[in-house]
Nanobody
């Protein structure tokens, strides 16, 4: 198991940016795939972006071109840079480590119109 702690959420206006950070309790070098998911009120949790330990990335269609996932293995962190935020991006954002199916506690992102 790995403990994951997200930070960086907040309240912003449409068009603004936020950067989420996820800190892991141990080295993430060996974790093949890590990602960001989100869950809006009344909706199922959905994939936002994933990154492998080789740096390959994939994104949900709804965030392509606006969000960028990155990974810092030396500091055991992953990040999600979110630009041009929209009200529909409002959700709790969760960090996930695939190998142990570990989840963070989530960080709230609210985008006002």
């Amino acid at each position: 198991q790995v403990q994951l702690v997200e930070s960086g959420g907040g309240l912003v206006q449409a068009g603004e940016s936020l950067r989420l950070s996820c800190a892991a309790s141990r080295t993430i070098f060996s974790i093949f795939r890590m990602g960001w998911y989100r869950q809006a009120p009344g909706k199922q949790r959905e994939l936002v972006a994933i990154i492998t330990n080789r740096g390959s990335t994939d994104y949900a269609d709804s965030v392509k071109g606006r969000f960028t996932i990155s990974r810092d293995n030396s500091n055991n962190r992953i990040y999600l840079q979110m630009n041009a935020l929209k009200p529909e991006d409002t959700a709790v954002y969760y960090c996930h480590a695939e190998d142990s199916n570990s989840w963070g506690q989530g960080t709230q992102v609210t985008v006002s119109s």
